[in-house]
Nanobody
Framework: QVQPVESGGGSVQAGGSLRLSCVASGYTHRTYMGWFRQVPGKEREGVAVIDTAGIPWYADSVKGRFTISQDNAKSTLYLQMNSLKPEDTAMYYC???????????????????WGQGTQVTVSS
């Protein structure tokens, strides 16, 4: 059982940066994890994931601006967000899969454990 807990959200102006953290108790080195985001009235979408091999994958909308990383010793997942845009405004969720997984795992149904979310607001 993995229980993710996010932190680090907030309000910034366009062009600014934020770093999200997710502490995942129960995390093992085989667990694949990801960051998703959702705005009211829209589907939850995958932003960045890191698979069991430690390979990061990014949605096209955030490539070159966001960086996902993990600290296995601290069971923590990070999302560094640079050059933020107003369209990045959303609730951001950390998620963990069950067992091993490889590749661009952007389907939310592939994740079994979810955090409560942290709000990111980018103003123009």
């Amino acid at each position: 059982q993995v229980q993710p807990v996010e932190s680090g959200g907030g309000s910034v102006q366009a062009g600014g940066s934020l770093r999200l953290s997710c502490v995942a108790s129960g995390y093992t080195h085989r667990t694949y994890m990801g960051w998703f985001r959702q705005v009211p009235g829209k589907e939850r979408e995958g932003v960045a994931v890191i698979d069991t091999a430690g390979i990061p994958w990014y949605a096209d909308s955030v490539k070159g601006r966001f960086t996902i990383s993990q600290d296995n010793a601290k069971s923590t997942l990070y999302l560094q967000m640079n050059s933020l845009k107003p369209e990045d405004t959303a609730m951001y969720y950390c998620a963990a899969g069950r067992g091993s997984g490889f590749g661009p795992l952007f389907n939310r149904n592939e994740y079994s454990f979810w955090g409560q979310g942290t709000q990111v607001t980018v103003s123009s």
